[in-house]
């Protein structure tokens, strides 16, 4: 993982492999055929042995070939920092960007910005929806809507920006399990009309492309056609889990400003997403990295393309990423479709274990799918999940995270769809580095939980956090 | 990979020889990747890390991907509150909740800056009311006082520096004459932002007399921006008395890009300090909500013991490594001045590890873009390493200086390094070349 292919010696001019081939040295080309399973199995190979690791969507992972382009971007900075500035860094994340342009259906390189993550993403939007309050072109009380499943920290940040600055903002609320898309669309209009009705004028729409806990896809193109018609100023899709998990068109789905995650679902270290504003959006071109330097007033693009002396590495291995990608067969596509695949595949494997259920239809799931446990382990708590959660990682070295359903069943005692109350649900990922055997194991580690008696009221009142 | 007493463990590294100090060809060994060919006097502006803080961050980096779960429930938290710890002693605070990690000098304004638009926005502070900040600082930093003061109706008054600049007298005095200014036009100055140490040109700024000014004025808060300071100066924040003060830790602190402390003073603010990236941990303090802005790489800030590990085996530490490589940024400023027949751009007293160097006026450095054209002739013909600065000149006043370049000194460099410089610069005027 150290780089094997590098070569920091320099030759008799005092030269280093870097400067005679260019800032990357070259490794030897890949073959034409796909990645084998043991290839696959090495790239991942630094990640714990021991742990079925079935949560890519929290933290994503990165393989070997990445990690050593990034070393070897970290090392050429440090080499000649000052010629890394002036010589390297502009025309590498320009690099970078023109992949993520083609990769997303882009029209416009200017449209595309690399920034840390999705949450300075969010950022970004709406402090540009604070300015608009107090500059006076939003009226106080406007209204912001966004989903209820909306990520916890892009919450806090409406709140913290939209709802300072005098917005009002409006929760879509979902119901969880889901049988079908036409729900979600369904409250989002009644959303709509509320507002209308509360004659407030709806500045902003924070749509989820796949939300997080619980984990959905989003119809979000429906929705964004839905904001268009019912005259919605701008919508902002935060798709922080959408980038090779799902498909990402940012002309087929319209928004006016997109932002995701490359190191979730596309393979690069932490931290590199991409924001995306849409050409004709006006308030597209107000939008400011709130962390401000010399670019400011270029773009958001350049603003973002130096943000003060750090570590822009991430940014530079995107090139690389999409590179590992291909090297599968059907590439990125290919991988999503059987990614998706295997994880509902599993997800049905372990609901029949379990006796439960898949928390909505595999059409509404990616890589990713929410099965519900077994009600005797009496999660009735976001403590309890977060115990659970602990415990499967401690005991039985099963990474998953665990999802509390606060909604409550009829009067039957009984969920939408007719089962026994499930109040909790484990959210499973499938990425290439993933196995069968990583979902037996958490198969048989909840079978023994319940077997054993185990309820979440035995948890250790004390949870490391 | 929690070790059986439950500590948080990172793979073990060599141990080092207890008493001795390190040796030059140990630095040598630190530094072996920088760039063998290039005489680097320019630390001041990317800094440098060594080998064994490298090989640290790369463990943490490690570490997290292996499981990261695991990292974010178990490691991340007590790696940072251990680095915050380690600051609050080092920069003289006194509690550990005055400090916040962030990326840069440049993130810690922002979060300042916001903070005062905000002030703006809800009322606390008047259209009008006044900002001031010195004509030298950062140009960055500048932005940032355009974009969240100018934007949000706060009035901007510039202190002009007058350079090359003889004793902390004068400084002060332009400050005390903008403060009058402002009071003059009936204004309240709501927040001075004022650089311990300048970087271009470079001088230290008697940052103690100008907070002690600001309070005896009135000032509301003072903010100082010491971005090169720590490793460079010293910094005792109860001593200076700033409401924030900010630094760098990749400049001269050997950390790896990027990682930076912004102290703020344990005081009632209202409203408090928010970081401009929100996440989950939106309104449990300033440090707190600094520490998880998203998944990131956070190895730079866990880092700042290896840091502080690497310094402790210098003769005097930190103090010892000030010491030295402000008397030889002298020293080579001196001889690179009497070898090009020009002076030093403030007293030695007045700067720190870095000192700005007048360049003969024959290279003819008469514009920003002549100093970028040197610099970047001065990289390819010569491989030396030096900003450039041009220095306006006055009333036309003919002989004036117009470029100076700032040299730095870190442990790495060596003498050699700056002859070349010498005669770099030297072999320019002998063939006539100009900047431009």
């Not at chain 1, 890519?56 to 990165?62: A, I, K, L, Y």
């Not at chain 2, 360049?359 to 920003?368: D, F, H, I, T, Y």
Request: charged content about 20%; hydrophobic content about 40%; overall charge negative.
């Amino acid at each position: 993982m150290d780089g094997q292919h590098d070569d920091h010696r320099v030759d008799a001019n005092g030269r280093s492999q870097e400067e005679r081939e260019g800032p990357l040295p070259k490794r030897p080309r890949p073959l034409l055929a796909s990645l084998s399973a043991a290839e696959i199995a090495e790239e991942f190979s630094h990640h714990d042995p021991q742990v079925a690791r079935v949560n890519n969507g929290s933290f994503g992972c990165c393989p070997a070939s990445v990690v050593s382009a990034q070393i070897r971007w970290q090392r050429l900075f440090l080499r000649q920092p000052d010629e890394f500035y002036f010589r390297h860094l502009h025309p590498s994340i320009d690099r970078s960007r023109a992949l993520v342009r083609q990769l997303i259906n882009a029209p416009h390189l200017d449209d595309v910005s690399l920034v840390d993550n999705a949450t300075t993403a969010a950022a970004i939007v709406f402090q540009n929806v604070a300015w608009s309050f107090m500059e006076g072109v939003f009226d106080r009380g406007d209204a912001v809507v966004m989903l209820h499943y909306a990520y916890g920290a892009v919450k806090r940040s409406i709140k913290a920006y939209v709802g300072r600055a005098g917005g009002h903002v409006v929760e879509v609320a979902l119901p969880f399990p889901l049988s079908s898309p036409d729900e979600v669309v369904a409250e989002f209009r009644r959303a709509l009309e509320l507002c209308r009705a509360d004659g407030r004028r709806v500045r902003l729409a924070v749509i989820d492309h796949v939300t997080s806990m619980p984990s959905v896809v989003i119809p979000v193109k429906e929705l964004t056609r839905i904001c268009r018609e019912e005259g919605v100023d701008q919508v902002f899709v935060d798709g922080a889990h959408s980038i090779g998990n799902v498909e990402v068109d940012m002309q087929d789905i319209g928004a006016d400003f997109y932002a995701s995650n490359l190191h979730k679902w596309l393979f690069c270290p932490p931290s590199v997403a991409f924001l995306h504003t849409r050409h004709s959006s006006a308030a597209g071109r107000r939008l400011h990295h709130p962390v401000v330097s010399h670019e400011y007033g270029n773009g958001l693009p350049l603003e973002s393309g130096w943000i003060g002396n750090r570590d822009y590495t991430p940014q530079l291995v995107v090139p690389t990423a999409l590179e590992f990608a291909e090297r599968f067969e059907g590439g990125l596509e290919g991988i999503r479709r059987r990614n998706h695949e295997r994880v509902v595949e599993m997800g049905r494997m372990l609901a029949a274990a379990w006796g439960t259920q898949l928390g909505c239809p595999p059409e509404m799931s990616c890589s990713m799918i929410m099965v519900g446990l077994p009600s005797g382990l009496g999660i009735a708590s976001e403590k309890d999940a977060m115990g659970l959660r602990a415990l499967l990682r401690e005991e039985f070295k099963v990474e998953v995270p665990i999802y509390y359903n606060k909604q409550s069943p009829d009067e039957d005692g009984e969920d939408k769809i007719g089962a026994a109350a499930v109040t909790g649900y484990a959210r499973i990922s499938h990425q290439v580095y993933n196995v069968a055997e990583d979902y037996y194991r958490l198969r048989d580690a909840i079978n023994k939980l319940v077997r054993d008696g185990f309820n979440c009221t035995l948890l250790p009142s004390k949870e490391q956090r | 990979m929690m070790n059986p007493t439950g500590a948080s463990c990172l793979p073990a590294k060599p141990l080092q020889p207890a008493s001795t100090h390190i040796s030059a060809a140990e630095i040598a060994e630190e530094f072996s990747h920088h760039h063998p060919s290039v005489a680097r006097l320019n630390n001041g502006s990317f800094g440098s890390c060594p080998a064994s803080v490298s090989a640290a961050q790369l463990r943490w980096q490690r570490l997290f991907l292996r499981q990261p779960d695991e990292f974010y429930f178990h490691h991340l938290k007590p790696g940072i509150l251990r680095s915050r710890a380690l600051v609050r002693d080092l920069i003289n605070a006194v509690d550990i909740e005055e400090i916040s990690l962030v990326d840069n000098a440049t993130t810690a304004v922002a979060i300042v800056l916001q903070h005062a638009s905000w002030s703006f926005a809800e009322g606390a502070f008047r259209k009008g009311d006044a900002v001031v900040i010195f004509q030298h600082a950062y140009p960055a930093v500048k932005k940032a006082i355009h974009a969240y003061i100018a934007r949000s109706g706060g009035h901007i008054i510039e202190v002009p520096l007058a350079f090359p600049v003889s004793s902390d007298e004068e400084i002060i005095r332009e400050f005390c004459n903008a403060l009058d200014r402002a009071k003059a036009e009936g204004r309240r100055v709501r927040l001075a932002v004022i650089c311990h140490v300048t970087s271009m040109p470079s001088v230290v700024i008697p940052v103690k007399e100008l907070t002690a000014i600001c309070r005896e004025a009135g000032v509301d808060q003072v903010f100082v921006d010491g971005a090169h300071s720590i490793g460079n100066v010293k910094v005792d924040v109860q001593d200076i008395g700033a409401d924030f003060y900010t630094s760098n830790f990749h400049k001269w602190f050997f950390c790896p890009p990027s990682a930076a402390f912004l102290y703020a003073q344990k005081a009632p603010t209202s409203p408090p300090l928010h970081h401009p990236v929100v996440s989950h941990e939106y309104g449990n303090g300033l440090p707190t909500e600094s520490s998880w802005i998203g998944t990131r790489d956070y190895s730079s800030q866990l880092v700042v013991p290896s840091a502080m590990e690497f310094i402790s085996r210098f003769e005097g530490g930190i103090e010892g490594i000030q010491e030295r490589n402000h008397e030889s940024v002298v020293k080579m400023g001196k001889m690179l001045a009497d070898a090009w027949e020009t002076l030093l751009g403030s007293p030695p007293g007045m700067c720190s590890s870095m000192i700005m160097v007048g360049l003969p006026n024959c290279l003819g450095v008469s514009s920003e873009t002549d100093a970028l054209s040197l610099r970047s002739l001065l990289r390819e013909e010569f491989k030396v390493e030096v900003p450039v600065y041009f220095h306006p000149e006055e009333d036309k006043n003919h002989g004036v200086t117009t470029g100076y370049v700032r040299i730095s000194h870190q442990v790495y460099n060596v003498e050699d390094e700056y002859y070349r410089l010498r005669d770099a610069v030297l072999k320019l005027v002998q063939d006539g070349i100009l900047a431009r």
